[in-house]
């Protein structure tokens, strides 16, 4: 009796746990179409990752359900008559989402090659209008530095931070207590300890400082630099999006149907067995 009563609440339990399992990912599905924007790229690959990231759930539940009949059907009370019968829908809700998960595959590449390919797009356009603004800059520099009077300014900034830089290096408590100051950047630590090693390192770098030209080639090195940085992690998220949701999709796909149309057909072909035993008995 108690063998008895603890099958009957294993099947139960699976029954319900497994049902529980598929109205839930229905219901996720119902509230990820919100709001409806089939057009939009964006949208489908997020509806299209969000399924597949819970794409396992039904496949439990499918596996729990069916576990809990075929407990039922192994158990002594397998003659009792089934309330509901929910093997049928199941195995055609299985069906179903097989194909959703096939059309979900090739959609999904598509729509992150196109966005891919816009976000590519705007990268370059961003780094080929800050590629402008720093040429029309460069332009007016350039127009201001031919000015006599801005030239001699100029020179005459030179001389200052050359000279607060060299009586800097002159004083070892000042060098020091520069070097020790945890404010000042790292960047120009490492400049004074050029400086102190090499004396005409001061002169170059004042020189590439008041060079225009040059200072507006290091920064377009670095835009462009920028710009292949991130069209490549562009180019990798897209990758990894496509690998990872694309055969995941197509796992499902296969999971889903081989579990709906063998499950479909193998219940057809007991109904017509069951004809045929029913004298028998």
Known sequence: MIDRLATVNAARTLKVVGTILILSFLLDFVILLFPFQPTDKGWQIGLATALV????????????????????GTSEMSDRSQPVDLRFPALILSSILGL???????????NVNQAKSLTVTRISQDADQAENQ???QLTQLQAQLGNTQVKAELEQQKSKIKAQFTDLLKDDQKYKQALENPNLPPTQKELLKKFKANPQELDKFLAQQSDPQGLANEKLNQIRQRKEEAQKQAQQEALKSGLRIGMSSLLLSIGYIIIGWTGLRGMGALQGGGGKKAPAR
């Open 134 to 136: 720093l040429k029309s």
């Open 100 to 110: 959703l998960f096939l059309l979900i595959f090739p959609l999904h590449l598509n």
């Open 53 to 72: 990231d819970r794409g396992i759930v039904p496949m439990v539940g499918l596996g729990m359900l069916f576990a809990g009949y075929w407990i039922d």
